[in-house]
T-cell receptor
Framework: NAGVTQTPKFQVLKTGQSMTLQCAQDMNHEYMSWYRQDPGMGLRLIHYSVGAGITDQGEVPNGYNVSRSTTEDFPLRLLSAAPSQTSVYFC?????????????FGQGTRLTVV | RKEVEQDPGPFNVPEGATVAFNCTYSNSASQSFFWYRQDCRKEPKLLMSVYSSGNEDGRFTAQLNRASQYISLLIRDSKLSDSATYLCVVNNLNAGKSTFGDGTTLTVKP
């Protein structure tokens, strides 16, 4: 099982560049989320989605856009990269089944903005 | 105040020790609770779910107190391989999102 697949695993951007982090899941999960993790800190929610066509802002949404056109994919767009966006980004998916709500994570994207 | 707060740690314990981690949450609408383990900035992985009745998985015991909005994780007979960061996670299913604590780092030493 592929589970949650994130690409790329590593990326270096120059300030002002834009890019899209890809996330795909093959578990038919309704819920998908993007988190960032800075050194020594926990995961902070950027954006999340409860289903195709529905997205919402998390704790730290500024500078990021998302869309959810299909159940499987949830790309995260950096509009104009800034050094403050240097972080590790994790995508996660989970089922809305109340009895099976474990979140599954991708392997992360390590982004450096110079 | 953060929605999910954990012991700041770090915890440095010898092999064989018993160690307990605590977590509190502020949103009473929270519906499901978990402990995740994260190694060396890799992706978090589920350690165990947490239920009001308490649950045990080998050396690990998790407990939920809904009245106090408090979650705990007990690790008995610590092993070197238990060294990791432990994340408390609270789900609000109605909102469709999970909230993570900042994590508590455990180092088990020989």
């Amino acid at each position: 099982n592929a589970g949650v697949t994130q690409t790329p695993k590593f990326q270096v951007l120059k300030t002002g560049q834009s890019m899209t982090l890809q996330c795909a899941q093959d578990m038919n999960h309704e819920y998908m989320s993007w988190y960032r993790q800075d050194p020594g800190m926990g995961l902070r929610l950027i954006h999340y989605s409860v289903g195709a066509g529905i997205t919402d802002q998390g704790e730290v949404p500024n500078g990021y856009n998302v869309s959810r056109s299909t159940t499987e994919d949830f790309p995260l767009r950096l509009l104009s990269a800034a050094p403050s966006q240097t972080s590790v980004y994790f995508c996660a998916s989970s089922s809305r089944d109340r009895f099976n709500t474990e979140a599954f994570f991708g392997q992360g994207t390590r982004l450096t903005v110079v | 105040r953060k929605e999910v707060e954990q012991d700041p740690g770090p915890f440095n314990v010898p092999e064989g020790a018993t160690v307990a981690f605590n977590c509190t949450y502020s949103n009473s609408a929270s519906q499901s609770f978990f402990w995740y383990r994260q190694d060396c900035r890799k992706e978090p992985k589920l350690l165990m779910s947490v239920y009001s009745s308490g649950n045990e998985d080998g050396r690990f015991t998790a407990q939920l107190n809904r009245a106090s909005q408090y979650i705990s994780l007990l690790i008995r007979d610590s092993k070197l391989s238990d060294s990791a960061t432990y994340l408390c996670v609270v789900n609000n299913l109605n909102a469709g999102k999970s909230t993570f604590g900042d994590g508590t780092t455990l180092t088990v030493k020989p």
